[in-house]
């Protein structure tokens, strides 16, 4: 069966010389993984540059329910990023997220919602000039509703204090030292373990701690 979708890059593995196997969230599939045949042409249909983490994608799949492994018969940029790509402190954010996201949502259907959180959550990031500093905590913080977790009622909830309530709309109103939001992000990423089965302790955490420390 053919299927449509917009697709957002999880995470690329090389795999021999002019393969790779990337995990997608999908919009109509949910999660998916693929192996690629990459070429060096620019007139191929699927380049090395498409499967960069974070980017967002206009793909076409040949879905069979019942494989592991997807086909990809198409895949085309759906929009190309501004900044994301180019700026150091924003690469950094976007591949610590992209990480997050690739253990949050192993097991995730299709939820139009939670693909379009991200989507728009990318394109915001990737637009602002300034004010971006929250950004992560704030991406972490709304996530948790669309995986269906209640932050507010965790046990250590007390902990979280007001950020609980951040969102892009208001989160320059938290003016937070390096030493709050460093603290706020070792309280997110316990609570993740918490609700993950298996999650480890991203391997991008450690720059992130670099970049805003």
């Not at 040949?62 to 900044?83: F, G, N």
């Not at 009622?153 to 709309?169: E, K, L, N, R, T």
Request: glycine share 4%; net charge neutral.
């Amino acid at each position: 069966m053919l299927v449509k979708t917009n697709a957002i890059v999880l995470h690329t593995l090389k795999y021999g010389d002019s393969k790779l196997i990337v995990d997608f969230y999908t919009e109509q599939l949910g999660r998916v993984t693929s192996v690629v045949k990459i070429s060096v042409s620019q007139r191929a249909r699927l380049r090395k540059q498409l499967f960069m983490p974070l980017t967002l994608l206009a793909m076409e799949i040949d879905y069979r329910p019942r494989q592991q492994m997807q086909k990809i018969t198409d895949a085309q940029l759906l929009a190309p990023w501004q900044t994301l790509c180019f700026e150091p402190p924003k690469m950094t954010v976007a591949m610590f997220l992209a990480e997050i996201l690739a253990y949050a949502t192993r097991t995730e259907q299709p939820d139009t919602r939670l693909y379009s959180f991200v989507e728009t959550s990318m394109q915001w990031l990737d637009l602002a000039t300034e004010g971006t500093a929250n950004f992560h905590i704030a991406f972490l913080v709304m996530l948790t509703r669309y995986l269906g977790w209640d932050i507010q009622h965790a046990d250590d909830a007390w902990q979280f204090g007001d950020i609980v309530q951040m969102d892009y709309d208001n989160m320059g109103g938290y003016p937070l030292s390096r030493q709050q939001r460093q603290a706020f992000l070792e309280l997110l990423m316990r609570y993740y373990r918490q609700n993950i089965p298996s999650f480890p302790e991203p391997r991008s955490l450690q720059v992130m701690r670099q970049i805003f420390d």
